[in-house]
């Protein structure tokens, strides 16, 4: 009996021991009503912020619901100017000397209760971007050789700052091959701070006429290209942001760029 | 009265000795005689002529008629030929030969002949008396428990001195000790599961040297067993350690199986590790994971431990002796893991007689050989393979995505994709595992026994093809396509005994690990008139090697202290590799280090009811340069003779981890890496573990409860940079994630151990949460975590058939959603759509539960015993569709979500041989 009685206490003793430790925090999420932000600013163009709602999972538009009649406010650390919305959901500020390199700017405006805002710094334009070639040919059709450099890309980069190199097709439109039909014309490649990067056929889906931008971009640029967009309900992952209380990005770049032809 | 039980008790302590003499003399006697009479009127006469008992049921046996002349001929041979003339069994146990018409009649016969025997109990002679008054008093004497039949070694076999506290558990190696034993006149007696008891009594002579105790197998149909605190049955715990299982493989076939009888797999039924991860043959021990498992097979670490994705466990259970899990605060003797340890013991092969099986499933064939090669060696041969019917199929495309088309049209597009529309029929890739085992005992002298052991194991999914040439100028085009993984391994051990009470095991152990995966396009373009070759595509590689020595030291000093110590030495090197394009190489990791320690503990009985086990373990780690301390202690407290209090607490640490790297299309990847310090830390692990249980002879009942503190986890990502079209441009980059968690639970265990109904139901209520920065500053409930856990196993033995039922239930499984998402255009102008991913696992999967059911027909020689079986395993009964994880994919930006199930209604049949 009294034996009984120890293993009962000892029950009891260990699930409350269990219960008292199962309080649960509720761990961060953001909120499905956070405003999704798209902003690149480059000197010498107007600013530009445009602003979405989140879309629900089942939608099947390509971007959220435009966000309308908002204070959108952007500072260069001296002055603070307003934005006015151009069109619905697009705020602007065409002053094109407003960006120039080297300021920090921030973006601020109220939404829904949240106070948004988001800093970026104006990089320096790129230096001495040259290309070993005009262009490249590729014989079409074949799988083989895509590994093979045809071109190099360099510039300068002493300080191993972060620089992107976009792949833009101008008037490109044979494929390459039967696969590449339904690929993207566009595409955009890390340097991984390096100060060249050694061109392949891979990029090239079609054949024509190409503009090969190098921008120098800053590191939450880099975070954003970098994330993996994982599918799986056991690996789902925050797609990194710059923005406090919202997503998207809002992030300063200046580009440099060089006509290439791929024939 | 007091006479018959002295005549009774008598009775009993000879037995096990009259047993062995009753099969010689079935063996070495020859009759030549004609028989013409009922078949117990030519038992009565064998009795009568050989002196031998026959037990049987004169109503029944009458009805048989023997006309048959013996010429020569053994009395085995004899009774093997009229019990088989007339459908009956034979089977001898104590000095007593049953004639069975039914199997199941033992038992009963066995009650009547007791009855019958107390009867006439005062006609009896009393047998084997000491011959002598005792000359020797408090000795101590050694030996070893072996079977019989085999010469096996026994572990964890029972050994007692009646009317003395001295009882011992053997170890390993089957070896027993008593000190200070009052006289040589003493009766000892051996248990152990799925044997016949054996009594004997000692005298002068025996007790010069070390006695080899040899037992008989018990009737294989049978489930009961009489003496209190016995093991029998699949599952056994032992009352009085905390949280250890010992598993039986030999009676593996009694439990529903998936094709092969899975040592692993059948741990997961049993509480405190994890029934629901169809996906993993390791366990998830107490909320940890299986990388945190440390498996040791015959002295060596295991790294794989499972073959197709999970779904069976890599060791052939015809080639194991013995499995025991230590699901936490375990001994001194093992480290280097966090969570659990899982030590499984070979075959030595049989030294007696040379037998063969096989088993055939709808998955695989087994085969196995053992025999013994001259008087002081034997040899073990086992070998399984699977072959890609329905069965393997169903189960490799439930976590293998990957099709071929079944022609070779359109070419190029390699991956059809699950329900990829437009390559017409899709077949799975050709794809098959096999795993080899041999073991060579050799007995240099009684002290002295070498044993090289050997193992491998790999999985091959090869879905290599030629493609078409679609264009004219590329002359030949393949697509190399192959993921391989598996071990080799192998180690030699030195048992010697130093003495009556010191003996050792030293081991020299090679283990290696690989996985790779390689999918590459080549071939040869004819470009401007030359012969161009080509290749592009992936080549990721992970290869572990690991060469160990370590040597075990036991010296029990008295009855009632044992101090275990010994040492150990690793050199790990591990390489880790992702090239591109043959050239590029994204990942390249080539690691070495070293490993070496060693460990001392006390076991300790002060009071024959309290045993306390402290212990410490150390390790210098050349990694981080650092000597780490790993104190332990275990003790247990025996109220009375059904009462027992036990707990467990030590500090562990690990050295190496496991990362998987997702892949939804061609199954996840494992991959090993050694910790170093910083980016990797080295994992640290706190146990606080106690329980109580009380056994009968009926039933056992276990309660334990566990906390644990974990610090130094890793999880690992690949991230991917680069959209540009064609594999081209992507570059990787890994990141590790490092984080702390704890566990919590308890665990309530109810069995049933006799009888024709025999089982067990179990109950998990546990919580796992672990905290990594990445996900946040609050602690989340970790993957594996599941909050309730019920199992509810059932066997039932009738005649020559084996029934059982397993149900499982269980929480369902954490995992993360999005809550809505979001698209935004690149710089280069590209969309990307985004989820804004909800809090890490807030969410459950729907509860897991499935029923799965067996049918085993065992076949038996005419002396009773095992020939082999034929059976019907039916996997998921009512075909539930339990979700393993959800997928959530972009297509035209919406979000499609999916659900990725877990096996459904699986049925396989087997036939196992014995001869």
């Not at chain 1, 761990?27 to 690149?40: F, H, M, W």
């Not at chain 1, 966000?67 to 650390?77: F, H, L, P, R």
């Not at chain 2, 047998?127 to 101590?140: C, G, I, R, T, W």
């Not at chain 2, 490799?396 to 071929?404: D, M, P, S």
Request: net charge neutral.
């Amino acid at each position: 009996m009294v034996i009984k009685k120890h293993i009962s206490i000892i029950i009891i003793l260990l699930t409350v021991t269990i219960l008292s430790a199962c309080t649960k925090d509720n761990p961060d999420t953001k909120s499905t009503t956070l405003p999704v932000i798209e902003s690149y600013l480059m000197p010498g163009q107007p600013v530009v912020v445009k602003l979405y709602q989140q879309k629900s999972l089942t939608d099947t538009a390509v971007y959220g619901a435009h966000i309308t009649g908002m204070k959108v406010y952007i500072s260069d650390g001296s002055q603070k100017v307003q934005l006015t919305e151009s069109t619905s959901g697009v705020y602007t500020y065409t002053n094109l000397t407003f960006l120039v390199t080297g300021k920090t700017y921030s973006l601020q405006f109220n939404y829904l209760g949240y106070n948004v805002t988001a800093s970026t710094v104006m990089p320096a334009k790129p230096v001495n971007f040259v290309s070993q070639y005009p262009g490249i040919t590729i014989v079409s059709g074949t799988p083989g050789n895509r590994g093979t450099v045809l071109n190099l890309f360099s510039w300068s980069n002493p300080d191993s700052l972060n620089h992107v190199l976009v792949i833009k097709g101008v008037s490109a439109t044979v494929p390459v091959n039967s696969f590449s039909s339904d690929k993207p014309l566009n595409s955009q490649i890390n340097t991984n701070r390096a100060s060249y990067y050694n061109l392949t056929a891979s990029p090239f889906a079609y054949l024509g006429a190409y503009q090969i931008i190098l921008l120098r971009v800053n590191q939450e640029y880099i975070n954003l290209l970098n994330n993996n967009t994982r599918t799986s309900s056991q690996d789902l992952n925050q797609v990194p942001t710059n923005i406090v209380n919202g997503f998207g990005i809002f992030t300063a770049m200046q580009a440099d760029t060089l006509n290439f032809t791929v024939l | 009265m007091r006479k018959l039980l002295l005549a009774l008790l008598f009775t009993g302590l000879a037995t096990g000795v009259f047993a062995q003499q009753t099969q010689k003399t079935l063996k070495k006697v020859y009759v030549s005689k004609l028989f013409t009479c009922s078949l117990d009127l030519m038992l009565d006469t064998l009795a009568k002529d050989y002196h031998l008992k026959f037990v049987f049921e004169r109503d029944s046996i009458s009805k048989y008629h023997v006309v048959d002349h013996f010429l020569n001929e053994s009395l085995k041979n004899v009774l093997d030929q009229v019990c088989s003339n007339n459908h009956l069994h034979y089977w001898v146990e104590s000095d007593k030969i049953y004639i069975l018409e039914n199997t199941d009649d033992l038992a009963r016969l066995k009650k009547m002949d007791m009855l019958w025997t107390a009867a006439a109990a005062t006609h009896l002679t009393p047998v084997e008396l000491p011959k002598s008054p005792p000359k020797n008093f408090n000795f101590s004497v050694s030996g070893k428990v072996i079977d019989q039949s085999t010469g096996e070694s026994l572990p964890a076999a029972t050994v007692r001195v009646l009317n003395t506290p001295l009882s011992f558990s053997t170890g390993a190696d089957g070896l027993f000790v008593f000190f200070n034993v009052p006289a040589d006149t003493c009766v000892v007696e051996a248990s152990y599961s799925g044997y016949q008891t054996y009594r004997f009594r000692l005298d002068a002579e025996k007790i010069k040297n070390s006695i080899t105790v040899e037992m008989l197998p018990a009737l294989n149909t049978l489930n009961e067993i009489t003496i209190l605190g016995k093991k029998s049955g699949v599952m056994n715990t032992d009352a009085k350690k905390v949280g250890v299982l010992q598993l039986t493989p030999a009676s593996l076939d009694k439990l529903p199986n998936m094709g092969e009888k899975d040592v692993l797999k059948a741990f997961q039924l049993m509480p405190g590790v994890s029934g629901t991860n169809e996906s993993s043959s390791g366990a998830y021990v107490r909320g940890g994971t299986p990388d945190q498992n440390l498996v040791v097979f015959d002295g060596f670490t295991v790294y794989q431990v499972d073959h197709l994705y999970g779904f069976f466990g890599a060791f052939n259970a015809n080639a194991v002796k013995d499995v025991q899990l230590y699901k936490g605060g375990f001994s001194a003797k093992y480290g280097g893991r966090l969570s659990s340890v899982t030590e499984i013991t070979g075959k030595d092969g049989n030294a007696k007689q040379a037998t063969f099986g096989v088993d055939l499933s709808l998955l695989s064939l087994n085969v196995f050989a053992e025999t013994p090669v001259n008087d002081k060696s034997s040899l073990l041969l086992a070998f399984r393979r699977s072959y890609q019917g329905p069965l393997y199929d169903k189960i490799f495309k439930q976590f293998n995505a990957t099709t071929i088309p079944a022609t070779g049209s359109g070419g190029g597009g390699g991956f059809g994709g699950g329900g990829g529309g437009g390559f017409g029929q899709q077949v799975t890739p050709a794809s098959h595992f096999y795993d080899a085992d041999a073991r060579y005992t050799y007995h240099l002298n009684t002290n002295n026994t070498l044993a090289l052991s050997f193992y491998t194991g790999t999985d091959k999914t090869d879905n290599s093809r030629d493609l078409p040439s679609f264009n004219s100028s590329i002359i030949s085009n393949s697509i190399t396509d192959y993921t391989k993984y598996g071990n080799l391994s192998g180690s030699l051990k030195w048992s010697s005994v130093w003495g009556k009470n010191v003996h050792s095991n030293t081991y020299v152990t090679y283990s290696s690990y690989f996985n790779d995966r390689n999918r590459t396009n080549s071939g040869v373009n004819y470009v401007s008139g030359n012969d161009v070759a080509f290749s592009n595509g992936t080549v990721e590689t992970n290869d572990l090697k690991d060469f160990s020595a370590k040597t075990e030291w036991d010296w029990q000093i008295s009855n009632t202290l044992k101090l275990l110590y010994g040492g150990f030495a690793t050199h790990q090197q591990i390489n880790y590799e992702y090239t591109q394009n043959d050239t590029n190489k994204l990942i390249s990791q080539h690691n070495k280090t070293f490993l070496g320690g060693g460990y001392a503990e006390i076991e300790y009985d002060p009071t024959g009811k309290l045993h306390i086990q402290p212990g410490m373990r150390t390790t210098w780690f050349q990694e981080t340069g650092k000597q780490y301390f790993e104190p332990r202690f275990s003790a247990s407290y025996t109220l009375n003779d059904h009462f027992t209090l036990k707990a467990a607490t030590g500090q562990f640490y690990q050295f190496i981890n496991q990362v998987t790297r997702q892949d939804v299309l061609n199954g996840n990847r494992n991959f090993w890496v050694i910790s170093d310090g910083s980016t990797i830390p080295v994992g640290m692990a706190r146990h606080y573990m106690g329980g109580a249980s009380y056994e009968n002879d009926q039933f056992l009942i276990n309660v334990e409860g566990y906390y644990k503190t974990l610090s130094g986890l890793t999880q690992y990502t690949i991230k991917q940079q680069g959209f540009g079209p064609g594999s081209g441009n992507a570059t990787i980059e890994q990141a590790f994630y490092t984080g702390q968690g704890n566990a919590k639970g308890i665990e309530v265990l109810l069995q049933k151990k006799l009888g024709q109904y025999t089982g067990w139901l179990s109950y998990t209520l546990a919580n796992t949460q672990n905290k990594f920065a990445v996900y946040g500053n609050s602690y989340y409930p970790a993957d594996q975590d599941v909050t309730h856990e019920f199992k509810s196993i059932n066997m039932y033995h009738y005649d020559r058939w084996n029934f059982s039922a397993v149900f499982i239930f269980s929480t369902g499984h954490p995992y993360t959603v999005p809550l809505s998402s979001y698209t935004i255009t690149g710089a280069d102008g590209n969309k990307t759509t985004a989820f804004n991913v909800g809090a890490k696992n807030a969410e459950r999967l729907p509860n897991y539960h499935r029923l799965d059911l067996s049918a085993t027909y065992d076949l038996l020689k005419i002396n009773g015993n095992k020939t082999g079986s034929i059976g019907l395993s039916l996997f998921n009964v009512y075909n539930h569709k339990n979700i393993w994880y959800r997928e959530y994919q972009v297509q035209n930006y919406q979000v499609i979500t999916t659900d990725v199930t877990y096996l459904g209604f699986t049925p396989n049949l087997t036939l196992s041989l014995r001869w």
